[in-house]
C-alpha cells in the first residue's frame, strides 16, 4: 500500500516542479502563447489535485500506527498545492490587467492600485481557507480522542460490573461458610453440654 503512495508520490513531485516552472514563464509570454501556457497550467493542476485525492485514499487505508507519518506528509504536499494555487493566481492576474491595457489601450498605470488591491485580497482568502482547514483538523483530532475515551470508559465499565459481581458472588460464599459455621458450633457446644450433664 505505501508503495503505491510513494508511487503518487513521485509523480506529484515531478508534476509541481513542471508546473512551478510553466507559472514562472507566464510573464514573460505574450498574446496566445500566453494564453495557451495558462490553459496548460490549469490542466496540470486539476491532474495534481487528484492526484493528491488519490494519495488522501491511499493514506487511509494504512494502518493507524503506520499513519502519522504519511499524514504529516500530505499536510506538507497540501501546503505545497495552495502556494501553487496562490502564485498561478497571481499570474493570471497580472495577465488579465495585460490583456485588458491591450484592449482598452490603458498604460497600465491605473491598474496598480488594482493589482495591489486583488493581491491583498488574495493573501487574506489564503490565510481564511488555512485558518479554516487547521479549524478542521483540530476538529477531526478532539473527535478521534472523545471517541477513544469513551471506548475506554465503555471497556473500565465492564471491568468494574465484572468485579462486583465477583464480590457479590463471594459475600454469598462467605454468608453461606458463616451459617455452617455457626450450625457445628451449636452442635458442638449441645454435645459438650450433654457431657457434662451425663458425667
Do not use: C, W
Not at 472523545?146 to 465492564?158: A, K, P, T, V, Y
Amino acid at each position: 500500500m505505501s508503495s503505491d503512495f510513494e508511487s503518487y508520490e513521485q509523480d506529484f513531485a515531478v508534476l509541481t516542479a513542471d508546473i512551478t516552472g510553466r507559472i514562472g514563464r507566464v510573464p514573460k509570454l505574450l498574446g496566445d502563447e500566453k494564453k495557451q501556457m495558462v490553459a496548460n497550467i490549469e490542466k496540470q493542476l486539476e491532474e495534481a489535485r487528484e492526484l493528491l485525492e488519490q494519495m488522501e485514499l491511499e493514506v487511509r487505508e494504512i494502518p493507524p500506527q503506520s499513519r502519522g507519518m504519511y499524514s504529516s506528509r500530505m499536510r506538507s504536499y497540501k501546503q505545497e498545492m495552495g502556494k501553487l494555487e496562490a502564485d498561478f493566481k497571481r499570474s493570471r492576474i497580472a495577465y488579465s490587467d495585460e490583456v485588458r491595457n491591450e484592449l482598452l489601450g490603458d498604460d497600465g498605470n491605473s491598474s496598480e492600485n488594482q493589482r495591489a488591491h486583488l493581491l491583498d485580497n488574495t493573501e487574506r482568502l489564503e490565510r481564511s481557507s488555512r485558518r479554516l482547514e487547521a479549524g478542521y483538523q483540530i476538529a477531526v483530532e478532539t473527535e478521534q480522542i472523545g471517541q477513544e475515551m469513551l471506548e475506554n470508559l465503555s471497556h473500565d465499565r465492564e471491568k468494574i460490573q465484572r468485579a462486583r459481581e465477583r464480590l457479590r458472588e463471594t459475600d454469598a460464599n462467605l454468608g453461606k461458610s458463616s451459617r455452617i459455621l455457626t450450625g457445628m458450633l451449636r452442635r458442638v457446644k449441645r454435645r459438650l453440654e450433654r457431657g457434662i450433664e451425663g458425667g
